[in-house]
């Protein structure tokens, strides 16, 4: 079993910055990929982010420019980094990890953007 540990959701002005973390614990082997989802009310969860094993990063276009995934080998962590936040970025945020090829989600954690 894989543990996914969520942190640095909260609330925020546009125009703000917030930082999500996600540490990844238990047995873990080879992780495949990291990513961040999000869902808004009333809407179908949505990939933001995603970083492959090799490094590359992909993003959805709407967060292109805006929004950083990096990841901490060592730690097995996955950051996003979320700046000129808007208030359609409202949602909760969802990492999940694939470990040899099975999916771990998180408990999610919310942020908020006020206008």
């Known amino acids: 079993q894989v543990q996914l540990v969520e942190s640095g959701g909260g609330l925020v002005q546009a125009g703000g910055s917030l930082r999500l973390s996600c540490a990844a614990s238990?047995?873990?082997?080879?992780?495949?990929?990291m990513a961040w989802y999000r869902q808004a009310p009333g809407k179908q969860r949505e990939l933001v982010a995603r970083?492959?094993?090799?490094?590359?990063?992909s993003y959805a276009d709407s967060v292109k420019g805006r929004f950083t995934i990096s990841r901490h080998r060592a730690t097995n962590t996955v950051f996003l980094q979320m700046d000129s936040l808007k208030p359609e970025d409202t949602a909760v945020y969802y990492c999940?990890?694939?470990?040899?090829?099975?999916?771990?989600w998180g408990q999610g954690t919310q942020v908020t953007v006020s206008s």
């Open positions: 970083v492959y094993s090799s490094d590359f990063a």
């Open positions: 238990g047995s873990i082997f080879s992780i495949n990929s």
């Open positions: 999940k990890v694939v470990n040899v090829g099975l999916d771990y």
